[in-house]
């Protein structure tokens, strides 16, 4: 059965930094793009940040980058997301995603197109709270 467990979430001042973790299991992360969204009340989900493992390619929504590092340990199966430099703005449930390549369902330059669009992606976590104080 395929997981995605979240941590690392919690309250943090701006300007801090916190560091996310997305644990899988039940597969490995070979040939998966593992992306992180938030959702912040009354708005609407956004992509925030993704990794290919099909060839180590990063994206970054416009709002994180110079702010948000994302990697990949694969010998862990775990994906983490380096949040500093944090704002109130940031604050959201944070969600980690799987999209599997070997499934044909998207193709890959779709995928290059729009890495971070929810719609792509099979597999979802429960989330995180993040909270940014001000």
């Known amino acids: 059965e395929v997981q995605l467990v979240e941590s690392g979430g919690g309250l943090v001042q701006a300007g801090g930094s916190l560091r996310l973790s997305c644990a899988a299991s039940?597969?490995?992360?070979?040939?998966?793009?593992i992306g992180w969204f938030r959702q912040a009340p009354g708005k609407e989900r956004e992509g925030v940040s993704c990794?290919?493992?099909?060839?180590?390619?990063?994206y970054y929504a416009d709002s994180v980058k110079g702010r948000f590092t994302i990697s990949s340990d694969n010998a862990k199966s775990t994906v983490y997301l380096q949040m500093n430099s944090l704002k109130p703005e940031d604050t959201a449930v944070y969600y980690c995603a799987a999209l599997y390549f070997g499934a044909l369902r998207v193709d890959y330059s779709d995928f290059r197109r729009y890495p971070i669009s929810d719609a792509l992606y099979d597999y979802w976590g429960q989330g995180t709270q993040v909270t940014v104080s001000s």
């Open positions: 039940g597969f490995t992360l070979d040939d998966y793009a």
């Open positions: 990794i290919s493992n099909r060839d180590g390619s990063t």
